[in-house]
Each structure stands twice: as C-alpha cells, then as structure tokens.
C-alpha cells in the first residue's frame, strides 16, 4: 500500500445520496477504493448510502461489485484488497429522501456511528439539491456545535441559469452556512488544472511574461468524441453552454487569469479565481450575437459508427434548438488581461476527445531570419497545458535547424505525467474528497464564483431563447464552418484537436 504524502483524513461517515445510482458505481466508490489503497483514509471511514431503491445492503454491494467486476477494478490485487476492506464499513438505508424518515434513520445511525463527523454528498438530480439540504438542517444533521463537523457536496449542474443560480443559493444558504457547502468541479480534481497555478507561480521565466504586453490571445477547448446517447432527455434541457461553460471551462479561465493570492489558503485563492469571473465582460444582446457560434452535429460517420442526428437522437425533440457545440470569444476586464481575447469551445461528437489551454505569445517584434521559399513567418511561442487524456505540458519555441544555412526550425518541449510520475487508475476525485474530509475548500466553487459564471453566459442564454437554429457540423470535425470564422476574422486560428501533446501546429 502507498504511503500518502499527507496525513489520513479524519474518522467520519460519508452519506451518499443516491448510493445506487450510476455516479456512485463509475466514480464515487473507485475514487474511495483508490484512497483506501494509498492511505489517504483509514478504517475509520465508514459509508452509508441512502436511495429510493429498495432493498438491504446486500444488494447495494452486489450493484456496486459487478461494476467494479466488469470495469476491470478488481484486477490489481492492492486494489482487490482494498475494495473488501472498504465494503465490510458500507451500510445501506432505502427511503424517500423528500421525506423525514429517512433523515431520522440517518440521525441514529451517525448517533451510534464511531464518529460523529459527517459528509453528505449528493449523487442525485439537481432539482433534489435543495429539498435535502433543508431536510438536512430541519432534522438537526447539519448542526456542528458538538464539535463535529458537518458537510454537503454537490455537484453540477449548480443551476440552469443566472436566476436559478441565485435562487438555489439563497435556499441553500438559509440552512447551511457557506463554509459547510462544497460545490464540486471535477475538472478541478485534475493534476494538470491544479499544476496551471504552480506553472505559473514557481516559475518566474513564465509569471513574468504572464500579461498582455506578451500573451496575443489565450484558447481553452474541451472537445469531446462521444456523443450525446442516452442522455438525450437531460441534454436537450441543458446543451454545451449550460453543461461545460459556467463550470469547466470557467474553473480553467480562473487559474489563467487569476492574479498572484497572498497565500494558497482557500479564500485567498477563491478571491482571486471570483474576482476574474467578475471581470468577464457582460455583453449587450447585439455583442453576444457577433461574439458566439452554437453548434448541433449531423447524422454521419463516428469512431467505426453510423451516428444519428443530434435530433433523431432518443428522448430529443424533432425540432430542438438546443447546441451540441458552442464557441465564445470573451473579454477579462482587467489591467493584466485588457485587449486579450480568450476563445473557448466545447462540443460533442468532435474529432477527438481534447481538453486544453493553449497561451499563444506575442510574434517577436522583429525577426532578422531569412525566410527560405515558403516558408510562413516566424511562428509565435505557445505554452499548452493539455487537461486530458495526454495530461502535461508542452512549449512551442523556434531553434536554428542544423546545417551551414541560418534556417529556424519549431520544436516543441513536452513533459507528460504518465512519463515521469505513476498516476495509475486515478479518477479525479481522489483529491476532491480529501480536501471534503479534511475541511480545505480551495478546489470548490464559492456561490459568487457560480453566480459570476452564470451572469457571463446570461447574454447567450437570452439571445437564444428567442429563436434561430444551431449550425450544423459533420461527426469527427472540430466543429461548424462559423466558429473557424469566429476566430479567423481576428488572423487567429483555432489549435487543432487530436487529443495529443506536440505536433498539433495548425
């Protein structure tokens, strides 16, 4: 078993709500297993999982071991041997959790439990966020003045829009205090998000350079291959914007353009990433036409497979105006950030599945290199940090090729993860319920950061209320014509996506 480099968290129970349900099969308990493999909790950890379905515990982990069968979790033997520690601490409660009984069982169970600190996570859909927060807090469970502690976390979607944003945390807020409330961006989990703040803050050849006296413009692409599915029913209620834009991507645009905190304490760093969000610049209806592009893929080709029509997908509506695919070009209205545009896209059913941010520098301001035939003008530096799936960092800078001729070459200097460190069968979360158990909430979004996020999008939200249709894009492109021409019209072009590190010049 790993030695963890930090001190285990504290003995307390964690309550996930809809424990049988599929986030907690495919994420929840692997992100537990692999914190009981390297020892980041112990055996004081104890789970209860609380859903509608019926049944005894028994059959929870039944569910729970056929997934972890099936996916290939209980091949490595650490990791079989900490799935059957784990599972003798799991206990089960099946109920309404819209209705008070439950909560009383949960009461007796924490009462009689080896801690009384306690997590309560909800794996459920959003439109319950509220109703358990408030039941939570009617039956006394989110009451800390005993000692122990008592925590919620909540994952996306934090809202539909900027109204429901506000309304979710007032309710929210009027049960349970801001720092008992854990919003959850998994993005945030990842290493190579969290690198993005050392990158720049240990490394002064890079924050010295870090403004817009050197930096030309900023990209941040979460391209996705898959397409929408069996999701169809959420999907057509939320589309791109809603789904990646006020959360993912906005969490990925806050470390770029946060300024320096006093300290890397969670409210120092939430200060700086909520003061960025507040800058984006809000634009008018006519400023949000000119400024976005929505998308929504075609029937066609897809890794080996006839793929549908977004709207000849299952449980989406024939005449649906809902994006698969959008594109934005935003303004960060600060002294370090003036005139620097930050292009952001994300879709479904793309070339290649590519998450990255990609700082283009400023052209050198002259270039005494002869240019031989063809050959374009000296290509500007870029730093790219790739988010996934080829998590590390790559630079883009020009050298002299080899030979008697002056002649420039561009090479790229890439480091990668997996190159240099084991980062395993890692989820994401690993780093998420740490922080949740231990008390830390630097990786968490604050209510202001979520309603700053929603305002941003506001515009496109409201200009496509009122009509008009998505372009259309083929499977396995980067996306409609009209996002190139977004970006072209500033004599920029978008990065290419192929989901890897290096070679990726366009």
Not at 148 to 165: H, M, Q, T, V, W
Not at 364 to 388: C, D, K, T, W, Y
């Amino acid at each position: 078993m790993t030695t963890p480099d930090v001190a285990p968290a504290p003995p307390l129970t964690f309550v996930i709500f809809g424990a049988a349900g599929d986030l907690t099969r495919r994420l929840l308990v692997p992100t537990l297993i692999n914190m009981t493999r390297s020892g980041l909790v112990g055996s004081d950890l104890h789970i209860l999982g609380v859903g509608i379905e019926t049944g005894g515990v028994e059959m929870l982990l039944e569910r729970l071991e056929a997934f972890l069968k099936t996916s290939g979790d209980m091949d490595d033997p650490e990791r079989q041997a900490a799935w059957q520690s784990l599972r003798t601490r799991i206990n089960y409660i099946s109920g309404d959790f819209t209705q008070n009984g439950v909560y009383k069982e949960i009461s007796d169970y924490l009462g009689h439990a080896p801690s009384a600190n306690a997590a309560f996570y909800f794996a459920v859909p959003p439109q319950f966020f509220g109703d358990i927060a408030e039941k939570l807090s009617e039956n006394g469970l989110m009451n800390e003045a005993t000692g122990a502690f008592r925590r919620i976390a909540i994952e996306k979607p934090f809202g539909n829009d900027l109204a429901s944003a506000q309304a979710l945390n007032a309710r929210l807020l009027n049960h349970v205090s801001e720092s008992q409330i854990y919003r959850i961006d998994h993005f945030l989990g990842k290493e190579t998000v969290q690198n993005i703040m050392t990158t720049r803050f240990a490394n002064m050849m890079i924050e010295a350079l870090w403004n817009n006296n050197y930096i030309d413009h900023v990209q941040i692409t979460a391209a996705e291959l898959v397409d929408v599915g069996m999701r169809g029913k959420f999907y057509d209620a939320t589309g791109a914007l809603r789904d990646m834009v006020p959360n993912h991507l906005f969490q990925l645009l806050a470390m770029v353009a946060m300024e320096p905190p006093n300290s890397f304490d969670a409210e120092s760093i939430r200060n700086e990433k909520g003061k960025v969000l507040k800058a984006l610049r809000l634009y008018s209806p006519e400023e949000a036409a000119k400024n976005a592009v929505r998308g929504a893929y075609t029937a066609g080709p897809l890794a080996g497979h006839d793929l549908p029509a977004y709207t000849q997908t299952a449980d989406v509506a024939p005449d649906s105006n809902t994006e698969t695919f959008v594109a934005l070009k935003l303004f960060v209205d600060t002294w370090r950030w003036a005139g620097v545009p930050f292009y952001l896209r994300t879709g479904k059913a793309l070339k290649a599945r590519d998450t990255e941010v990609v700082i283009t520098f400023r052209q050198v301001p002259f270039a005494q290199f002869p240019r031989h035939g063809s050959r374009p003008e000296l290509p500007p530096n870029r730093l790219i940090i790739q988010v996934q799936p080829d998590e590390g960092l790559d630079m883009e800078i020009s050298i002299k090729s080899p030979g008697l001729v002056l002649k420039t070459a561009p090479v790229s200097l890439d480091f990668r993860y997996a190159d240099r460190f084991d980062i395993g069968r890692q989820t994401g979360y690993e780093s998420l319920f740490y922080e949740l158990f231990v008390g830390d909430q630097t990786l968490f979004q604050r209510a202001d950061g979520i309603e700053a996020g929603w305002a941003a999008v506001q515009p496109f939200l409201d200009l496509w209320a009122k009509g008009g249709k998505p372009d259309p894009y083929a499977p396995g492109s980067t996306g409609p014509a009209s996002a190139d021409k977004l970006i072209e019209r500033d004599g920029r072009k978008w990065h290419q996506i192929n989901g890897k590190q290096g070679s990726k010049r366009v």
